[in-house]
């Protein structure tokens, strides 16, 4: 007998928790597509209709029909039956050449034989309905951030490519400075499991097999023995009222450099009074997950994760050696002026691929040379290329034009969001100071960030939005009566 169409599908969160992923001011959700594998007709009807009043787009399909995903959508759910073989689900997971396309399979929740169908066929993550509607949100985002992670890793590939045929190939970028070593990186990340000692520890810990963990029974001791942010995987257990207290001050001890952080919530949470509930809701994680559940289901959840980080990792680590030096600036670690306009020239924009540019500029630099002397404000500039690269995704490509002035391409964003963000930057970077031992005669002048940013669409090049974009700038003598 064939189970009942999905009704409702989606479960009203009430006072469940609102799930937020990593810089949430800069994560804009607004509409992309979301391709729905149905195994019969209507089958996904109620989630369709649930995904078009939240704003997203639902591309229907019948699972037998699926093939190359629909130009820009990098989300497909697909529906796992009894009735369907595991030789075509498992080929709607393999994606081939020039396909960025995450993959979830939705199952019932509690059917153990689907359960272990569908990770069978190796998706990049595994959906039980009912859901609540922030959860569903949450892994909604994460998946359009892995796929358009594989997009973006894929595009900077083909800048790495085109700009190598370009260099001279000695290891020396355009000012002849030397290739500098690249960091280390072990092929394993490193998760950090906060909470008490207890059975679900084990099966958390069991679940990142291929990851390396470090444990800490509670805060204090992750914020004094163990540095939180060496970690790029953190998983909080709230699993007992104690630890769920404890967990309240996260916010306090949580940095800004983390690729994701994970709840992990047993079910008697649902009875904690509403206050604690609430205050939960706020703590900055990007996902939940509430035990007991079936040890597959933990490890694929936490296997999701670790493909997030990874990839998160790679789009955070510089190229090759050889390539290092020409695509990459000594003295602020971004990408140089160059590579930036290389990688723009070869961007298609569409409408799936809504991006935007952010042009920051040093406005009084020359005041700043005469009041702290140019190895000051050299030390300074290396200390704002950092500090901007925290402040933006890891899929947001950054970059130093030169002098005073920087450029951030923002990555799928919606449309006014580029305003926002250039002024969030604009705000951050100017509370950077020159230290006050370079200071070396009267009043220091106060470094002045004035942000500028810009839409991009298909009307023109990227590369000539770029060029107007840099005509803007203040007069000599605006600038000198500001500072």
Same mark, same amino acid.
């Given at each position: 007998?064939?189970?009942?169409?999905?009704?409702?599908?989606?479960?009203?969160?009430?006072?469940?928790?609102?799930?937020?992923?990593?810089?949430?001011?800069?994560?804009?959700?607004?509409?992309?597509?979301?391709?729905?594998?149905?195994?019969?007709?209507?089958?996904?009807?109620?989630?369709?209709?649930?995904?078009?009043?939240?704003?997203?787009?639902?591309?229907?399909?019948?699972?037998?029909?699926?093939?190359?995903?629909?130009?820009?959508?990098?989300?497909?759910?697909?529906?796992?039956?009894?009735?369907?073989?595991?030789?075509?689900?498992?080929?709607?997971?393999?994606?081939?050449?020039?396909?960025?396309? *995450?993959?979830?399979?939705?199952?019932?929740?509690?059917?153990?034989?689907?359960?272990?169908?569908?990770? *069978?066929?190796? @998706?990049?993550?595994?959906?039980?309905?009912?859901?609540?509607?922030?959860?569903?949100?949450?892994?909604?985002?994460?998946?359009?951030?892995?796929?358009?992670?594989?997009?973006?890793?894929?595009?900077?590939?083909?800048?790495?490519?085109?700009?190598?045929?370009?260099?001279?190939?000695?290891?020396?970028?355009?000012?002849?400075?030397?290739?500098?070593?690249?960091?280390?990186?072990?092929?394993?990340?490193?998760?950090?499991?906060?909470?008490?000692?207890?059975?679900?520890?084990?099966?958390?810990?069991?679940?990142?097999?291929?990851?390396?963990?470090?444990?800490?029974?509670?805060?204090?001791?992750?914020?004094?023995?163990?540095?939180?942010?060496?970690?790029?995987?953190?998983?909080?257990?709230?699993?007992?009222?104690?630890?769920?207290?404890?967990?309240?001050?996260? @916010?306090?001890?949580?940095?800004?450099?983390?690729?994701?952080?994970?709840?992990?919530?047993?079910?008697?949470?649902?009875?904690?009074?509403? @206050?604690?509930?609430?205050?939960?809701?706020?703590?900055?994680?990007?996902?939940?997950?509430?035990?007991?559940?079936?040890?597959?289901?933990?490890?694929?959840?936490?296997?999701?994760?670790?493909?997030?980080?990874?990839?998160?990792?790679?789009?955070?680590?510089?190229? *090759?050696?050889?390539?290092?030096?020409?695509?990459?600036?000594?003295?602020?670690?971004?990408?140089?002026?160059?590579?930036?306009?290389?990688?723009?020239?070869?961007?298609?924009?569409?409408?799936?691929?809504?991006?935007?540019?952010?042009?920051?500029?040093?406005?009084?630099?020359?005041?700043?040379?005469?009041?702290?002397?140019?190895?000051?404000?050299?030390?300074?500039?290396?200390?704002?290329? @950092?500090?901007?690269?925290?402040?933006?995704?890891?899929?947001?490509?950054?970059?130093?034009?030169?002098?005073?002035?920087?450029?951030?391409?923002?990555?799928?964003?919606?449309?006014?969001?580029?305003?926002?963000?250039?002024?969030?930057?604009?705000?951050?970077?100017?509370?950077?100071?020159?230290?006050?031992?370079?200071?070396?005669?009267?009043?220091?002048?106060?470094?002045?960030?004035?942000?500028?940013?810009?839409?991009?669409?298909?009307?023109?090049?990227?590369?000539?939005?770029?060029?107007?974009?840099?005509?803007?700038?203040?007069?000599?003598?605006?600038?000198?009566?500001?500072?």
């Amino acid at each position: 007998m064939q189970p009942p169409l999905w009704h409702p599908i989606v479960r009203m969160s009430g006072c469940g928790l609102l799930l937020q992923l990593p810089d949430a001011e800069l994560r804009m959700r607004h509409g992309f597509p979301v391709e729905l594998g149905e195994a019969r007709a209507e089958s996904l009807a109620s989630l369709a209709e649930w995904l078009t009043a939240g704003g997203y787009r639902p591309v229907r399909r019948r699972v037998g029909e699926l093939g190359r995903p629909e130009a820009g959508v990098c989300v497909r759910l697909v529906e796992v039956t009894a009735e369907e073989s595991s030789a075509r689900l498992a080929a709607l997971t393999r994606r081939g050449a020039g396909e960025h396309v *995450a993959v979830a399979a939705l199952v019932a929740e509690g059917d153990e034989i689907l359960l272990s169908k569908a990770l *069978a066929i190796g @998706p990049d993550d595994l959906l039980t309905y009912p859901f609540d509607e922030e959860e569903l949100r949450a892994r909604l985002d994460a998946l359009q951030q892995l796929g358009r992670a594989r997009a973006v890793l894929a595009e900077r590939a083909r800048t790495f490519a085109r700009f190598a045929a370009s260099g001279d190939g000695d290891g020396r970028g355009a000012g002849g400075n030397p290739v500098g070593r690249r960091p280390s990186s072990s092929g394993r990340p490193r998760a950090l499991i906060i909470g008490p000692a207890s059975q679900h520890k084990v099966k958390v810990g069991e679940a990142l097999a291929r990851a390396a963990i470090n444990y800490a029974d509670n805060l204090e001791k992750a914020k004094g023995a163990l540095e939180t942010g060496g970690f790029e995987l953190v998983v909080l257990l709230g699993t007992n009222p104690a630890a769920r207290r404890d967990l309240l001050r996260w @916010p306090e001890l949580a940095g800004s450099g983390f690729p994701a952080t994970l709840l992990v919530l047993d079910a008697a949470s649902g009875a904690d009074q509403l @206050p604690v509930r609430q205050r939960l809701a706020q703590l900055p994680v990007a996902d939940r997950l509430t035990l007991p559940q079936p040890a597959e289901l933990v490890r694929a959840r936490m296997d999701f994760w670790l493909d997030f980080v990874r990839l998160q990792r790679r789009l955070m680590s510089p190229p *090759a050696e050889p390539l290092h030096g020409l695509c990459f600036d000594v003295l602020t670690g971004l990408f140089n002026h160059a590579c930036f306009l290389e990688h723009l020239q070869q961007l298609e924009i569409g409408e799936a691929q809504r991006r935007a540019l952010v042009v920051l500029e040093l406005v009084n630099m020359p005041r700043l040379n005469d009041s702290a002397g140019y190895a000051a404000v050299n030390r300074y500039l290396a200390s704002f290329g @950092p500090t901007l690269r925290r402040h933006v995704r890891a899929e947001d490509l950054a970059a130093h034009l030169g002098g005073g002035r920087f450029a951030v391409l923002l990555d799928d964003v919606a449309p006014g969001a580029a305003t926002r963000i250039g002024r969030r930057l604009e705000h951050l970077l100017t509370q950077l100071r020159p230290a006050a031992a370079e200071r070396q005669r009267g009043e220091p002048v106060a470094p002045r960030i004035t942000a500028c940013s810009l839409e991009l669409d298909g009307r023109s090049p990227p590369l000539q939005q770029l060029r107007e974009l840099l005509r803007w700038r203040r007069r000599p003598d605006d600038t000198a009566s500001a500072a």
